[in-house]
Structure formats: structure tokens, C-alpha cells
């Protein structure tokens, strides 16, 4: 069973910082790698995709690595903003079977 | 606006009462997805509906059941649920293992 995992579980950092969020996943046989905002109350919000067959995907600031063989995931957020506060959660796709597995989520503040 | 719709934005059901949740999408997506979230906990996919399969997580209580009438619509419909479903429950859809798109969820309070 696919398991993902993200540290730290809250951030709080200055504005202006250069960041990186982590996920990790027990199970290498993916099909892709999702990365999520999710503002207090709302739903998530896609940011990046990265196919099993990519090593990263970059969206103006944010930019997203995979290393399928050692399980890991990075988010890199450059010159942090107070409105880059929300949670942050990253998901996988396994090759088997049709179901997205989430991570737990990183609480990220960026202080003014 | 997200492209996919949930109503209501807020619910309060008592244990016995019966409701549904409905989530529309516009994207010409054709999968779409029930999530429950919960205070402290992981999303947890309940049901996918994806090329006219469905696919449940087998710990979902039967007084939850999920109905897809076409690629468009999704509905939950709730009866005799307990306090502890009260949450935040989420309707997404995608093409198939694309980039999930995500309602802005039913708030659900059950008294």
C-alpha cells in the first residue's frame, strides 16, 4: 500500500525566503506526482504534475523535482510571498489502479 | 471559479435525516472523485468514477453512496450518518491519472 509522507507538517519562514517542502513515497511504481495549494476552506488547487518519466516541472517561482528510484519529491518556492501561505500537499499516482494517495500536507506561513 | 461546482457550500444534518451532495464539472473530464477531509488527517478518496468504472475504498460506511449519472455530474447521498463524518468533503475530477481539479467542498456538520 503506497504511502506518502511530508516534513515538515508547518513552516513558518520570512518574506523573500527561498524554500523547499519534501514528500516522500514507500511505493516507486507511480505513474505521476502531483503537487497542491489548499487555502484555508477551499478545495486544492493543482500547481505542478510531474510524470514518472520526469525528473522536475517548473511554474514561475514554483518549481518541483522527483527522484522515483529514492522516493522523494521536492517543492521549491523562490522569494517566498505572504500570499504563498496555505497548505501544501503533494500526491502520487501508482502504475496499478486508479487512486491518487495524499500526503499529509505542509502548513507554510510567510511572514511579512 | 474552478471549474467544478459543489453544492450546498454548508450543511447541517441531524443522524437521521437524508441529503445529497452534488459536484458538477465543465472540463470535459472523464473521471470524477469524492474526497473526505478531515481535521489532522490525510485526504481520503472514497469513491472514483473513471471510464464508467467505479471504484470505491472499501473502509467507506455503506450510508454513503455515490451516484454518477454522466461524465458531468457526481452526486453523495448521505443517510443515518454519525457525528464523526462531520467534514469537509471534496469533488474532483480529471482526464484519466491527469492533473486533479478540485470543488471548493461541502462544509457537513452532522448534529
Known amino acids: 500500500k503506497q504511502e506518502v509522507t511530508q516534513i515538515p507538517a508547518a513552516l513558518s519562514v520570512p518574506e523573500g525566503e527561498n524554500l523547499v517542502l519534501n514528500c516522500s513515497f514507500t511505493d516507486s511504481a507511480i505513474y505521476n506526482l502531483q503537487w497542491f495549494r489548499q487555502d484555508p476552506g477551499k478545495g486544492l488547487t493543482s500547481l505542478l504534475l510531474i510524470q514518472s518519466s520526469q525528473r522536475e516541472q517548473t511554474s514561475g517561482r514554483l518549481n518541483a523535482s522527483l527522484d522515483k528510484s529514492s522516493g522523494r519529491s521536492t517543492l521549491y518556492i523562490a522569494a517566498s510571498q505572504p500570499g504563498d501561505s496555505a497548505t501544501y500537499l503533494c500526491a502520487v499516482y501508482n502504475n496499478a489502479g486508479n487512486m491518487l494517495t495524499f500526503g499529509g500536507g505542509t502548513r507554510l506561513m510567510v511572514k511579512p | 471559479e474552478t471549474g467544478v461546482t459543489q453544492t450546498p457550500r454548508h450543511l447541517v444534518m441531524g443522524m437521521t435525516n437524508k441529503k445529497s451532495l452534488k459536484c458538477e464539472q465543465h472540463l470535459g473530464h472523464n473521471a470524477m472523485y469524492w474526497y473526505k477531509q478531515s481535521a489532522k488527517k490525510p485526504l481520503e478518496l472514497m469513491f472514483v468514477?473513471?471510464?464508467?468504472?467505479?471504484?470505491e475504498n472499501n473502509s467507506v460506511p455503506s450510508r454513503f453512496s455515490p451516484e454518477c449519472p454522466n461524465s458531468s455530474h457526481l452526486f453523495l447521498h448521505l443517510h443515518t450518518l454519525q457525528p464523526e463524518d462531520s467534514a469537509l468533503y471534496l469533488c474532483a475530477s480529471s482526464r484519466y491519472r491527469g492533473a486533479l481539479h478540485f470543488g471548493n467542498g461541502t462544509r457537513l456538520t452532522v448534529t
Open positions: 468514477y473513471s471510464l464508467e468504472e467505479r471504484v
